[in-house]
């Protein structure tokens, strides 16, 4: 079984800055590529960034300059550096991750998402 937790959100001010975590554990034995996704009320999920198994990264334009996507293999861990938050960044973030377990099966798994509020 592999699990994704989440960490890191919460409240911020306009300008302000937030760095989530997303942590797998269980019987994992490579951390692939992994994406973050958002979704706001009333509004569908969308991926706002993801990082290949080479490291290459890509964002939504909305986040373009403002968020980071990283991981650390060695630690089954991606990252999300959110800085220069709006309010319309405002979401539920969930992370998604491509992990190969000890018996040689690839899947993705979801984080439990976590609750991100930019409001002065």
């Known amino acids: 079984q592999v699990q994704l937790v989440e960490s890191g959100g919460g409240l911020v001010q306009p300008g302000g800055s937030l760095r989530l975590s997303c942590a797998a554990s269980?019987?994992?034995?490579?951390?692939?590529?992994m994406g973050w996704y958002r979704q706001a009320p009333g509004k569908q999920r969308e991926l706002v960034a993801a990082?290949?198994?080479?490291?290459?990264?890509n964002y939504a334009d909305s986040v373009k300059g403002r968020f980071t996507a990283s991981k650390d293999n060695a630690k089954n861990t991606g990252y999300l550096q959110m800085n220069s938050l709006k309010p319309e960044d405002t979401a539920v973030y969930y992370c998604?991750?491509?992990?190969?377990?000890?018996?040689?099966?690839?899947?993705?798994?979801w984080g439990q998402g976590i609750q991100v509020t930019v409001s002065s």
């Open positions: 998604n991750a491509d992990i190969t377990t000890r018996w040689n099966i690839r899947s993705a798994y």
């Open positions: 269980g019987n994992i034995f490579s951390f692939n590529a």
């Open positions: 990082i290949t198994v080479a490291g290459n990264r």
